[in-house]
């Protein structure tokens, strides 16, 4: 199976889930960005079922750039659905993330793509977030916690600005929930690490969050103790000799 992400070097996923009120941001941000990306750069949208104008509007904005394309579930399946299409359906060697609201800006993919070098992930972290003091709080608390269930060492797993080499994402075993826990699942992979870099973070300036209390945290405590069965009985092997290798 080959699809046109094939024909560049790196495919921004942007999952967009009644998002029609961000779309023409979307489109100048998005296309001023390809224009100067230091990997040639398609943009893949994953519309999650949406039920306002965003097929609508994705629609008209591929058919007039020649970069940008989508695809488009039947029905709402969720955050982690969406990026996991992106990950399966992605064929480039470099595979990005950012939300549809843009509270991160896709021009600081360039501060991340040149880690993809050394690092198998380069993840944003918020240094001035532009959150309610709630929510700030809520993410804190929730960091903290999942860092001491997994160890993983990060301090912004829910920043959305990452990049990925597209073979360690394509490893990562994908469940509802599992988009918090990047760090955690590229930790499972033998010998791969991960950078984090400071970007930029600005209010919702449109659309609603889709998240509330309890859904983003209650869902991701036990979503650690998944990780951590996970963890435990994670399959890693080393061919030792073999003569089908070239
Ligand atoms: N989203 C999605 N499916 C969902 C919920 C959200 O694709 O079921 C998308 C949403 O459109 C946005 C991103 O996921 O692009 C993050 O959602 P949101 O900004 O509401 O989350 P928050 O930043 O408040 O955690
Ligand atoms: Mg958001």
């Not at 960005?33 to 039920?51: M, P, Q, T, W």
Request: proline share 4%; with cysteine; aromatic share 14%.
């Amino acid at each position: 199976m080959s699809n046109i992400t094939s024909e560049y070097g790196f495919t921004i996923i942007v999952p967009l889930y009644n998002e029609e009120d961000n779309m023409a941001r979307l489109e100048s941000s998005l296309a001023s960005f390809l224009e100067h990306s230091i990997r040639k750069a398609c943009v893949l949208f994953v519309n999650d079922g949406s039920r306002d104008g965003t097929l609508a509007g994705l629609r008209d904005i591929c058919s007039r750039n020649s970069d940008f394309h989508y695809i488009s579930f039947s029905e709402n399946c969720g955050l982690s659905a969406a990026i996991k299409a992106g990950f399966d359906y992605a064929e480039s060697p470099l595979i990005g993330y950012i939300d549809a609201d843009l509270q991160t800006n896709p021009e600081d993919f360039n501060l991340l793509l040149p880690y993809l070098e050394d690092y198998d992930m380069a993840i944003g972290v918020r240094v001035k977030r532009n959150d309610t003091p709630f929510k700030r709080f809520q993410s804190r608390f929730a960091n903290s916690f999942r860092r001491m269930m997994t160890g993983d060492g990060a301090t912004d797993t829910g920043c959305p600005l990452k990049v990925f080499r597209a073979a360690a994402a394509k490893q990562f075993p994908m469940f509802k929930g599992m988009h918090r826990f990047f760090p955690a699942l590229l930790l499972l992979q033998d010998g791969a690490k991960y950078k984090e870099i400071p970007v930029s973070h600005r209010p919702r300036v449109a659309g609603v969050s889709k998240f509330n209390i309890w859904n983003r945290m209650m869902s991701s405590f036990a979503d650690c103790f998944a990780y951590r069965w996970m963890k435990s009985r994670y399959i890693r092997y080393r061919v030792g000799e073999s003569d089908i290798l070239r």
